[in-house]
Structure formats: C-alpha cells, structure tokens
C-alpha cells in the first residue's frame, strides 16, 4: 500500500509489468484486476505495460481470453496518454515485450520510459508560466550553407577498426556474473577488485597491501626472527639466577654454603616463574589494599608455608628471623631507656633526625 499510494505523488514514469508466462503463481486475469483497481493513480503520469518473461511464453501464444485482457489494458494506456496530450496512432510506446532473462528487449523499454518522461517534464516547463521571462534571453542561430556541395561526415579507417575490435573484445569478454555462475553462484564467489588495477607489472596485483601507522610503512619495521629472539632472551633469563649465584652477598657477616646457594638459586627461579605467570594475568586481577588482603602479610607462618611449597626446611629461617626481631625490640627497648632525663626533648630530637 505505501508503494500504491506513493504511484499518487512521485513525479515519474509508470512501468506495469505483467507476468504473461504464468510461473510467478499469478494469472493474467488477477493481474489486469489489479491493473484496473489502480489504473487512476497513473492519469498524469506515462504509462507503460511490459509484458516480461517472454522467454517462456511468447506474446503471440497466448489464449484468446489472456490475449483480450491485454489490449484492454493497452487501450486503457492509450486513454491514458490522450489525456496528457498524446496522439492516438501512437499506440506503438504503450505496450512492450522484454525478458530480463536474456535482456531481449530491456534498453527499449527503459529508453521508452524515459523518453516520455522527459517528454512530459518539458511539456510541464513550456506551459509554465515562467518560461516567459527566459525566452528573451535565448537566440538559436541557424547556418545557412554557403555553397551547394555536400559535405557527408567522415570517419577514419582506422577508428572504425578500433571500434570493431573494442566491440568483439566486449563480446567476448566474461563478465562478473558469468564467472559467478561458472563457480556456484552468489555467495560462493568473491570478486577479485584488484585484478582491473592498472600497474607497470601485473605480478603486483597480488601483492600485499602495506599497512601505515604515523606515515611509516608498518613491514619497514618488522623483524621475522622476533620469535626466536624472543626464545633467545627467556633462555638468556632463566640462566641469569643460576650465573648470579657465587656473587651473592653475605649474610650476617659469613658466606653462603654450596647448599645454601642451592636453595637460593631455586627460590630465585620459582619467583622468577611466578612473576611471569603475574604479568600475563594482571590485567584480570582486581587490586586488593594491603590492609584488607589477609593472605599476603608478612608474617612467619606465611614465610614458612611459601619455604615448604618450593621443597625447603622452613626451621632455620623462622629461628633466624625471629631473632633479628626480637633483638630490634631489645635496641629499640634500651634507647628508649637511656633517654637523658634532663635534656629528653634533645635525645628525641637526634632520635627523630
């Protein structure tokens, strides 16, 4: 309905197309009916009926009943451009025969339509009423001949050789839909837009295109050995710990046993690993404050339970590290306690620089 009701306001030319093979599942008879019923939406527009698919059923092999239907649709065309004016005799641009199958007939329909169309914009534009305030402004001069020579026109040999040849090479040419047909149809198919580019060497059409960034080609910058680079410097990685081990300082003034060193070289490997594993997945971990993240305190129990996941006897660093607290507490203890009562504000004042 929105199609039928816009046929009311579009300024255009009218092409009624009438199924006469019937394989569309509509008779000749239902569609002059519909024809009919909005045959008076088309009275200041041309009109023209094409009768399609006559690749399977010509005009001339239609019954008596489908063929009546026809001319009366016809003559109601021809009533049609009487009324804007046409001539009567020119019955020949009101009906027409097409299929779009095999494009018999299609540029003389649209070449129909469209000159009717400009026909009747021009006959519009003449009886306006302001083509009067331009008709002075325009002089049409016609060349009279000097002499009674004729004159035909001429046309190089060369030009029409050229012009036989381009139209042979265009009949001769595959076009996009043959190809599409020969290789399965739409979908199946993908049009290669490059191979009409015009280049000094038809080998670069299957080049790959170059990808810019900040008007530098990407590819200048791009290294094909940057996996086994990469490979390279994890290996270089996972053997620093192991090189760094004799040069470890001391602890509390006495050197490190080869065991020792062991153990250290294998707490230093196991960070380094879990290290990595954090940077790949930092991205998918909430941040939780210190003071609310329980699990991550410094404390024995933790040190103890981190010393037992790597295989290591957590008794000596436990021992060792609650000695060097409590003996913090002892210092921090006595300095308070040799606080010069006279002069307390002085001691607090070095304390505190």
């Known amino acids: 309905m929105c199609s039928i009701t816009a046929l009311a306001h579009l300024r255009a030319a009218v092409l009624f197309f009438l199924d006469i093979s019937g394989s569309s599942g509509y008779t000749i008879a239902r569609q002059a009916a519909l024809f009919h019923s909005i045959k008076s939406l088309f009275m200041n527009k041309p009109l023209i009926i094409v009768c399609n698919k006559i690749d399977l059923q010509p005009l001339d092999g239609l019954s008596e009943e489908d063929m009546k239907l026809v001319i009366e649709m016809k003559s109601e065309a021809i009533k049609t451009m009487i009324g804007q004016g046409g001539d009567d005799t020119d019955d020949v641009g009101v009906l027409f025969t097409m299929s779009t199958l095999t494009e018999d007939g299609v540029i003389a329909v649209k ?17 306006s009423t302001e083509i009067n305030n331009f008709l002075n402004r325009f002089h049409v001069a016609m060349p009279k001949p000097l002499d009674q020579k004729e004159r035909p026109s001429c046309i190089p040999q060369a030009v029409l050789e050229t012009k036989a040849k381009k139209e042979m090479e265009k009949e001769n040419k595959k076009l996009e ?13 993908s049009a290669d837009l490059r191979k009409h580019y015009i280049l000094a060497n038809d080998e670069w059409k299957g080049d790959v295109m170059p990808e810019i960034l900040d008007g530098r080609n990407v590819s200048d910058f791009f290294d094909p050995d940057i996996l086994q680079r990469l490979e390279e410097l994890e290996c270089e990685e996972g053997l620093v710990p192991e090189q760094e081990v004799g040069d470890d300082c001391d602890m509390d003034g006495h050197e490190l046993t080869a065991e020792k060193q062991e153990d250290l070289a294998k707490i230093r490997k196991r960070l380094i690993q879990q290290n990595r594993i954090k940077k790949s997945t930092a991205e998918s971990r909430p941040i939780v404050p ?15 339970r981190q010393s037992s996941d790597l295989g290591l006897d957590p008794t000596l660093a436990i021992n060792w590290a609650c000695s060097r607290s409590r003996g913090r507490k002892r210092e921090r203890s006595l300095d308070h306690m040799d606080l010069d009562v006279d002069h307390p504000n002085k001691k607090l004042r070095v304390r505190s620089t």
Do not use: H, I, W
């Open 290 to 304: 210190r003071k609310f993240d329980k699990d991550k305190e410094f404390t024995s129990e933790r040190m103890g």
């Open 177 to 189: 839909r043959d190809l599409e047909d020969e290789t399965g149809g739409a979908g199946a198919y």
């Open 111 to 127: 070449n129909a339509a469209c000159e009717r169309l400009l026909n009747q914009l021009v006959e519009l534009k003449m009886k």
